[in-house]
């Protein structure tokens, strides 16, 4: 049962977004600086963002060499070089809407560390430099044998790294608590514990139906809706061709002396880590378990996370003494291709999501695009 009052000044938008991640908020914000007239509502059926937004390891890069290789081999050049193109802009982006020392933003580089079997990539760092040279004459990356010992690596695990000067690392936690107050500075209206469980068109509009423990079923009404919910997607839209992909995380508590700074990755960037102070964070390993971490359930996987305890033991702090402080997963979600979908489904309804585990870098640029579709005719 809902009050006259309610239904005078809460149930109607020109705009509903489903999903406060960090792409529903950058498309808010978009809206916003384009349309401030516009009355606009985000919709997240969580007390924090559902998916990975606020449980990524707070990644600013655009991909290693070993994964670019990867996607050359079934992907054409320029279609690789407009993907990356749309990660740095979308970096850029980012960077121009929020202060660095809002979000905690460092520009240590990139590295990716390649084991014996990784050697022969080290042979096309040229071509695919070539490859990026339209966005980064000078060159992208550089093969860096030094750093091994520098970082106190083990040699016999790790060769060598191949560094990127492009790339960082950001306070996720930050960067999302800085979005959430720009998009209510510009009069965004957020609703946390929002599950919305259908979504119907009518002549009008559209309803936006969301399951409330008071109210039971509440019927939003916007002139256009979009979905942002990534790996839970096809909860809305079953048509939607898109997997989701958990992701299995651990941080280790303060390290005296640790010997490296920066962004890192290593087998095909399935595995990532980065110092956070003097903490170890660390994930990835969804390759030992494709199918089982094909999932929207956040749970751990403990197969995974001793694999992760002995690759951070043996790889990358051999000798050191640590302890682990916390472990959590994440849901993201993938395309066959990699490319993010964000395109109209109906003249009133739009999706922006899947970006493949990079949703740091294309969710600013991603937020224009939903912007601009929800705003075409």
């Not at 990532?272 to 903490?279: A, H, I, L, P, W």
């Not at 899947?354 to 912007?371: F, H, K, Q, W, Y």
Request: hydrophobic share 40%; proline share 5%; with cysteine.
């Amino acid at each position: 049962m809902l009050s006259f009052w309610e239904t005078e000044s809460f149930l109607t938008y020109n705009y509903i977004i489903i999903g406060s991640g960090i792409v529903g908020l950058s498309a808010a914000i978009s809206l916003k600086e384009k349309a401030p007239d516009k009355t606009i509502l985000v919709l997240e059926r969580g007390l924090f963002p559902s998916g990975a937004s606020t449980r990524n390891a707070g990644f600013a890069s655009f991909g290693s060499l070993t994964e670019l290789l990867s996607d050359l081999h079934h992907t054409p050049p320029e279609t690789v070089l407009a993907l990356t193109e749309k990660r740095w802009r979308g970096l850029a982006r980012l960077r121009e809407r929020l202060p660095d020392s809002v979000m905690d933003y460092q520009h240590t580089g990139g590295f990716e560390l390649l084991s014996e079997k990784e050697l022969p990539a080290l042979e096309s760092i040229e071509k695919v430099n070539e490859v990026l040279k339209p966005l980064f004459p000078e060159g992208t990356y550089t093969n860096r044998p030094d750093l091994v010992k520098t970082f106190g690596f083990d040699p016999e695990k790790v060769k060598t790294i191949v560094y990127n000067p492009y790339e960082g690392h950001l306070h996720t936690g930050k960067l999302m608590k800085a979005l959430l107050q720009l998009a209510q500075s510009k009069g965004v209206e957020i609703r946390t514990g929002a599950e919305v469980m259908d979504i119907k068109e009518t002549e009008s509009g559209v309803r936006v139906y969301v399951q409330d423990p008071v109210r039971q079923t509440v019927p939003f009404q916007a002139e256009k809706v979009a979905v942002c919910t990534n790996a839970f997607s096809q909860r809305l839209l079953p048509e939607i061709c898109i997997t989701p992909g958990r992701g299995q995380v651990i941080i280790t508590k303060p390290i005296p002396d640790l010997k490296f700074q920066g962004a890192f990755h290593f087998d095909e960037g399935y595995y990532y880590f980065r110092n956070v102070g003097q903490r170890v964070l660390f994930g990835g390993g969804r390759n030992l378990a494709f199918k089982q971490e094909a999932t929207t359930d956040i749970h751990y996987n403990e197969t995974i996370l001793k694999e992760l305890e002995k690759l951070l033991r043996e790889v990358i702090l051999p000798g050191q003494k640590f302890e682990i402080d916390q472990r959590w997963s994440g849901i993201m979600g993938f395309t066959e291709d990699k490319q993010p979908i964000i395109r109209k489904v109906s003249d009133r309804i739009t999706v922006g999501f899947a970006c493949n585990g990079i949703g740091v870098a294309l969710s600013s640029t991603a937020g224009d695009e939903i912007a601009g579709l929800l705003m075409a005719d």
